[in-house]
């Protein structure tokens, strides 16, 4: 079966880092564009970050700009969330999701980030 | 990148059609035919049910439909059904290289 799989998600204080790990398997993962989607309790979804195939290109919402980095392992069918300087406003639960010409085909169970002091 | 514009609730009864918009600018769905939409459960992964403004995943029943007209997309549920009761996220580009959201429709079935 096709799967992801979040993991690293903690409670973490603000100015704090955090790296978040998207698993992947029953699928070739390197085939597809990856994202990062969070959403905010109670509020809707956003997408903070997209890489390329081969990890040769980042995009990053405005917001997070600077302070995260996505990154991918393709021989580890993997990506990542470095995020640093943490803020209140980036308590979340973060999806890792395949992406393919703006569409999200296949989402994982998401992992929650909560900072705070 | 500014959010697309959906109502925060809809509602129909059993067996009744219900449709949600989605509005955006000129710049995103009035030019972009990459629009999907997503079905949300309390408590799950959201679940791609329309792609490219109208195309349907494979497992989606055919009662849910997209379309879009101008800077509106839309998702219309026909044959209303209990468990299609759940939150509703529309998708476009035109937000530069970052998808943008809308804020979701939480659809009741009374």
């Known amino acids: 079966d096709e799967q992801l799989v979040e993991s690293g998600g903690d409670l973490v204080q603000p100015g704090g880092s955090l790296r978040l790990s998207c698993a992947a398997s029953?699928?070739?993962?390197?085939?597809?564009?990856m994202s990062w989607v969070r959403q905010a309790p109670g509020k809707g979804l956003e997408c903070v970050a997209k890489i390329r195939q081969d990890g040769s290109a980042m995009y990053y919402v405005d917001s997070v700009r600077g302070r995260f980095t996505i990154s991918r392992d393709n021989a580890k069918n993997s990506m990542y969330l470095q995020m640093n300087s943490l803020r209140a406003e980036d308590t979340a639960l973060y999806y890792c999701?395949?992406?393919?010409?703006?569409?999200?085909?296949?989402w994982g169970r998401g992992t929650l980030v909560t900072v705070s002091s | 990148q500014s959010a697309l514009t959906q109502p925060p609730s809809a509602s129909g009864s059993p067996g009744q059609s219900v449709t949600i918009s989605c509005t955006g600018t000129s710049s995103d769905i009035g030019t972009c035919n990459y629009v999907s939409w997503y079905q949300q459960h309390p408590g799950k992964a959201p679940k791609l049910m329309i792609y490219d403004v109208y195309k349907r995943p494979s497992g989606v029943p055919d009662r849910f439909s997209g379309s879009k007209s101008g800077n509106t997309a839309s998702l219309t549920v026909s044959g209303l059904q209990a468990e299609d009761e759940a939150d509703y996220f529309c998708?476009?580009?035109?937000?530069?290289?970052?998808?943008?959201f809308g804020g979701g429709t939480k659809l009741t079935v009374l």
């Open positions: 029953g699928f070739r993962f390197s085939r597809f564009w």
């Open positions: 999701a395949t992406e393919d010409f703006w569409r999200f085909g296949l």
């Open positions: 998708v476009s580009c035109g937000g530069g290289d970052i998808a943008i």
